[in-house]
């Protein structure tokens, strides 16, 4: 039976094949429609190219096909346009002489075939394909936040894709770090849907599902959505995208920080880490070096040991236990030696040394530390370096050895590592003044601030032969700085202050001038200057009672010699004027040769003077005629004359 049933369908469609090719009439296949493609919201031009003279379209149909259906949307007549009641009506005009129906607004829903028919001279009808695109909005990509586990026996959602209001519908493809994904059983599955929205336009929504592996921890997952226009065939690409991958631990480590050599003082963190996520519970352990057992520290976070600041007490051995919770294993890690470098206190010996004057003296320091150490001695007051070296050897001691050495053990390996001690040595002697004498610029009446200095061995104490407020301070233990608070009297200024210091083995003065803030002379034979002061008195040198004081020029004097200079040049100034003025009243006749004699009548020759007034102070003129060397009687105010009388 199966033989005879094939004989009669091969017959059967030889009989239809030959049909076709003989031409029998109403059997031959249409032509393919011509194809408009439009992007949503432009205008479709839908040209009907059934004729070639423009007398041929005066009677036209146009007709929407859809699902096989004919609805009238335009007529023709005369070329006058007119359209039909319905969706296309204010949407639909003519252009091109009437060749062409122009259908602006184009939506998802204009995608069908249009058809335009004449009549005359014969009917014929010419069909249009329009297909509407429309690119869809970027596509938002989400990754799964909770995670996915390694073990999982079946694939996991890592991520979903979504493109909105695209037409037609866009097709997606997804991406692990830059290489498509595909269907593969059990591995990756690719599950999309879409959603037509009223406006025609399509959403589509895309879920990966992969079973993952602990390599993917660090995956970039992303999707591109590809779709048409009619410009060609275009794309979008998501962000990319990473996902929690859970994965058990396998190792547990330790890690320093900072990286190298350590030194006391330094912040250090000893961290836990493992290479499972999440991470197990840490606990930090350190081996008691006595009863070599496991001993746990204190962490402010899981897994963070915090030494601040480190000492040399911390270090040792330290191990890290991650315990994870899913399974309760517990995982440790390898020992690791933490070495906090250190150097010890310094110690000087002798500790407090006491010597005679012209003996010799040697210091010794010590120390420990972790690592090579290096010495050097240095002098307290300067900073010099005396000595590079554990020892230091002082001979012939004078007054001005005694003071502060100190002595620095440093690790030359390690930047910042080191240790000071700092020991005085003294030297046997009476009281060391800081001045013998000195003078100080006063205004009476007001309160004055006095200082005074001395060092010696046994140390000194400090008095005045003024009874006044005093205090001292210790500036070594050798050097004491005493100051008083005085008031400036009449007779304060005639006496001057003295302070006195004194120990065991004798005692030594300082004397204070007082001096009233005066402007006085500078005479070229001067060997000190004074000028305005207000400053308390200050050591500046060392004396003791056998030398004598080096004077210093005190910086008020510019001051003083710069007003002496502006008095002289006023007072010749004025004499000028003067001279200039009897010159042109013709008083001072003066030829172009040389100089002439001034002639006065007989009766007036003894009587011309000329008188030269200043406004300056007593106190300025005085500063000029000290400039000059000449000397004024107390009652002089200040005036000069020139006697011309011979």
């Known amino acids: 039976m199966g033989l005879p049933r094939l004989i009669c369908a091969f017959l059967l469609y030889a009989c239809c ?42 009677h036209v149909d146009w007709f929407s096909v859809h699902k096989e259906k004919r609805v009238l949307i335009f007529r023709v007549r005369q070329g006058q346009g007119q359209s039909e009641p319905g969706e296309y009506q204010h949407r639909l005009s003519l252009q091109d002489r009437g060749a062409t129906l122009a259908l602006t607004q184009v939506t998802p829903h204009d995608e069908r075939i249009f058809l335009c028919q004449g009549k005359r001279p014969r009917s014929q009808e010419h069909r249009i394909q329009l297909r509407v695109y429309k690119a869809p909005e970027e596509p938002n990509i989400q990754a799964n936040a909770l995670g996915i586990p390694v073990n999982s026996k079946e694939p996991s959602e ?41 406006s025609g336009l399509y959403t589509l929504q895309s879920i990966l599902k992969a079973q993952l592996v602990k390599e993917d921890k660090d995956a970039q997952f992303y999707c591109e959505l590809n779709y048409r226009l009619p410009s060609g065939n275009h794309m979008k690409e998501s962000r990319e995208v990473t996902v929690p991958v ?6 547990v480590w330790l890690e320093v920080e900072p990286v190298g050599m350590l030194k006391e003082g330094d ?20 081996q008691n070096p006595s009863t070599r057992e496991a001993e746990e520290e204190t962490t402010v976070d899981n897994g963070v040991l915090v030494l601040e600041p480190a000492r040399k ?21 390898e020992a690791q030696e933490l070495l906090v470098n250190y150097v010890s206190d310094v110690r000087v010996s002798p500790a407090d040394p006491e010597r005679q004057e012209g003996s010799s003296l040697t210091l010794t320091c010590e120390a420990e530390s972790s690592q090579a150490l290096e010495f050097q001695w240095l002098r307290e007051e300067t900073g010099q370096v005396l000595e590079r070296g554990s020892v230091l050897q002082l001979h012939d001691l004078k007054r001005e050895a005694g003071g502060g050495y100190r002595c620095v053990a440093s690790v030359p390996s390690i930047p910042g590592l080191n240790r000071t001690q700092l020991v005085n040595v003294a030297i046997f002697g009476p009281p060391w003044m800081a001045f013998k004498e000195r003078k100080v610029w006063v205004k009476e009446n007001t309160v004055l601030n006095l200082s005074c200095e001395a060092s010696g061995h046994p140390r000194p104490t400090i008095s005045w032969n003024v009874n006044s407020t005093a205090s001292e301070q210790d500036q070594d233990p050798q050097r004491v700085l005493s100051t008083l608070n005085v008031l400036v009297t009449p007779e304060l200024l005639k006496t001057g202050v003295e302070c006195t210091a004194s120990n065991d083995l004798g005692k030594n003065t300082s004397v204070l001038f007082l001096e ?21 008195a200050s050591p500046h040198t060392r004396a003791n009672s056998t030398s004598t004081e080096r004077k210093l020029p005190e910086p008020e004097s510019q001051g003083v010699v710069i007003v002496a200079v502006i008095v002289c040049i006023l007072v ?50 005085g500063l000029l005629q000290g400039s000059s060397g000449d000397k004024r009687a107390p009652g002089d105010q200040g005036e000069k004359y020139i006697d011309l009388r011979h």
Not at 41 to 49: I, Q, V
Not at 246 to 251: A, L, M
């Open 313 to 333: 007490e911390h270090s040792g051995l330290y191990e890290c236990q991650g315990l994870d919770l899913d399974t309760m294993i517990s995982l440790p890690s």
């Open 572 to 621: 010749l100034a004025v004499l000028g004027a003067v001279l200039y003025f009897l010159y042109k009243k013709g008083k001072l006749p003066c030829g172009r040769s040389g100089k002439q004699e001034i002639t006065l009548p007989p009766s007036r020759k003894s009587e011309l003077v000329v008188e030269v007034k200043s406004d300056k102070l007593p106190e300025e003129m």
């Open 17 to 58: 094949c030959c049909r076709r090719a003989a031409g029998v009439p109403g059997e031959a296949e249409q032509p393919a429609p011509e194809l408009v493609e439009v992007e949503v919201g432009s205008t479709a031009l839908l040209k009907c190219s059934l004729f070639q003279s423009q007398g041929n379209l005066s």
């Open 158 to 198: 890592v991520a979903t894709c979504v493109g909105r209001n695209g037409y037609p519908i866009p097709q997606v493809i997804w991406y692990k770090n830059g290489r498509p994904l595909k269907e593969e059983k059990n591995r990756v599955h690719i599950q999309s849907s879409q959603t037509v929205e009223s």
């Open 267 to 286: 912040r250090v963190e000893i961290r836990c880490l493992a290479d499972g996520n999440p991470p197990p519970h840490f606990s930090i352990s350190k």
């Open 516 to 536: 009233l803030v005066t402007l006085t002379t500078l005479t070229p034979d001067s060997n000190t200057t004074t000028g305005l002061s207000t400053s308390t």
């Open 246 to 251: 859970f994965y058990p631990t396998e190792k």
